[in-house]
């Protein structure tokens, strides 16, 4: 049984790096549409666990073509020192409170 349940982390971290990031719980893809102001964070992998309470997993090309498509955004993650293939997730609820996870 303890190798299922390990067999099963396995195939969610993948699942978190093939397509897909984490989130918070709330509509952080609909905040990020409206912010004002966006924070970048960088997360180590021990901190991308999909199966942590709170977090649900969205499409992360479409997360990465949402910054991409908006100028001043990708000009804050480069100048966050990032490029958009280290984009792994975001968090927040409302306008005011949007970070983008930066795997670092």
Known sequence: MLNLKAIAVAA????STAGFALAAEGSA?????SAS???FK???AAELNP?????????????????Q???SLLAQL??????????VGITGT????VTILVQG
């Open 12 to 15: 969610a971290l993948t699942l």
């Open 51 to 67: 199966l942590s309470p709170g977090y649900e997993l969205v499409d992360l090309d479409s997360l990465k073509a949402r910054i």
């Open 78 to 87: 480069e100048s966050f020192g990032a490029t958009l293939d280290h984009v």
């Open 37 to 39: 102001t966006v924070n």
């Open 69 to 71: 498509g908006s100028p």
């Open 29 to 33: 893809m609909d905040a990020l549409g």
């Open 42 to 44: 960088t997360v180590t």
């Open 94 to 97: 409302d306008a005011t409170d």
